[in-house]
């Protein structure tokens, strides 16, 4: 079997917030894409030259498009065509909180009979350690009738992806790389060394695969230690956002984290319980990983306390009262409302009587939601002096560039601040409440 020629195609499978991206990056580096997805309307705009994420510019996939680099398509077929497949699906939890991990599973199941001697596989999908060789190789076996490691090589190699950092570019993030055996590790560092600045070889897939977790785990519980400690300091009459601008000063051994209303998007709140579900297969339990979701998860319904406290000073109840809530994105910058707390939030407000809107200028429309599907085809509200002058409180829940907090503080009475947006105002005529 040898490395893919530089002649190479490769499928890409998820055409997603990661696989789209990767797509693009591959064939920059000239490597043939075919994007597969089970979304028609994803497949269309790709192969118009359209975009349909915000931080991914039309430019970027229509000159693929011409180069004749990038193609999409629903039809799985197409993978027999193709050196590599990489896997970039989502991996949700279900309703019970465990590992749903049927996209990747379907995924196996449509391309394994267009599998072919000396392909190469990878998967991509965020997932507990194991599941690579645990449960996507049988299928991919059983699918084919070939071997793992044998007749075609398998691999695992995790995405890192800052959506919304212009700082962030997917050739310059390292890249780990784990195989089933020590030639299918060769094969993907191969691949991804044609498209990535840095390739880091591991031992396996299950090293691969802990190591993703370990990373957005880090985060998950620094996130819920600044949150705590946001608490504990405003007790103490000190203000958690100055104390982590001075503790950030320190060269070493410090690594700034911010507090905020609650975790959000489709990693942080999801990955740790991939590894909890995995270890208590093995009798173990993560202990920092559920109280980092305990600490996180109460975040959203502090905030919603602090806007009843906000409207209590001004003589006012949450019940039929206006509520802005400003931003529905789950961070700055980005359209993607997955997981975010704005929709806990919201859905709060609206319980204890409030009357819920809200404003974001990357997400014009609520999106159906599995959990929130209530909110879907909420429009946001435009940014108005008029509009803003409704609301007797605004809820900043994402500091999204270029939403104008100046005019929010002249217009609104009170605000609840999750993010220190409005330390950049300084005065205005609205209370602003920290949260
Ligand atoms: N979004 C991020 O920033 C990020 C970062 C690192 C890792 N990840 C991980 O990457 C994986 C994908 O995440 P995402 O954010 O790109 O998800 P996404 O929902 O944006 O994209 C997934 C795509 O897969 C498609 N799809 C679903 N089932 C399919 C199937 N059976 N066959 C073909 N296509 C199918 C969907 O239509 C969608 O276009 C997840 O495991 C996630 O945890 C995401």
């Not at 790389?177 to 498209?195: I, K």
């Not at 939601?369 to 909420?378: I, L, S």
Request: aromatic share 6%.
């Amino acid at each position: 079997m040898t490395p893919p020629s530089p002649s190479a195609k490769i499928a890409i499978v998820g055409l997603g917030y990661v696989g789209l991206p990767l797509a693009i990056q591959f064939a920059k580096a000239g490597v043939a894409v075919v994007g597969l997805d089970v979304d028609a309307a994803k497949v269309g705009c790709v192969n118009r030259g359209e975009s349909y994420l915000r931080h991914i510019p039309a430019e970027a996939i229509a000159a693929q498009r011409h180069a004749g680099l990038l193609e999409a398509s629903v039809d799985f077929s197409k993978v027999a065509q193709t050196q590599a497949v990489l896997i970039c699906v989502p991996t949700p939890l279900t309703a019970h909180r465990e590992p749903d991990l049927s996209y990747v599973l379907n995924t196996g199941r449509a391309i394994a009979p267009h599998l072919a001697r000396g392909m190469l596989v990878v998967l991509e999908s965020t997932t507990y350690p194991g599941t690579t060789e645990e449960e996507l190789l049988p299928v991919l076996e059983a699918g084919s009738g070939l071997k793992a490691g044998v007749d075609f090589h398998l691999a695992f190699s995790p995405e890192r992806e800052d959506p919304g950092n212009p700082q962030s570019r997917i050739g310059d993030i390292p890249k780990i790389v784990g195989g089933l055996t020590p030639s299918c590790r060769d094969q993907a560092v191969a691949l991804y060394s044609r498209a990535v600045g840095r390739v880091v070889p591991v031992s396996s897939c299950r090293v691969a695969e802990a190591a993703k977790l370990l990373e957005n785990i880090f985060r998950g519980v620094n996130i819920a230690l600044v949150n705590e400690l946001k608490v504990i300091y405003e007790r103490m009459g000190i203000d958690i956002w100055e104390v982590v601008e001075a503790a950030k000063t320190k060269p070493f051994g410090y690594m700034p984290f911010y507090p905020g209303p609650g975790l959000g998007g489709h990693c942080i709140p999801i990955d740790p319980f991939y590894l909890a579900w995995k270890a208590r297969a093995h009798g173990l339990n993560t202990r920092f990983i559920e109280l980092a979701g305990e600490i996180n998860t109460a975040m959203p319904l502090r905030v919603v306390d602090r806007a009843a406290e906000a409207l209590n000073a001004a003589g006012r109840a949450l019940r039929g009262s206006r509520v802005l809530v400003v931003g529905l994105a789950y961070k700055a910058n980005v359209d993607d409302c997955r997981e975010s707390p704005s929709f806990v939030i919201m859905d709060a407000l609206r319980e204890r009587g409030a009357e819920v809107e809200y404003h974001d200028p990357h997400i014009p429309l609520v999106p159906v939601t599995r959990e929130h599907a209530h909110w879907a085809g909420k429009a946001s509200v435009a940014w108005t002096e008029a509009n803003l002058r409704r609301h007797h409180l605004a809820v900043i829940v994402t500091a999204h560039q270029g939403v104008d907090c100046a005019l929010l503080g002249q217009c609104v009475p009170a605000i609840v601040d999750t993010r220190n947006a409005m330390a950049a105002v300084g005065s205005c005529r609205a209370k602003v409440w920290k949260a």
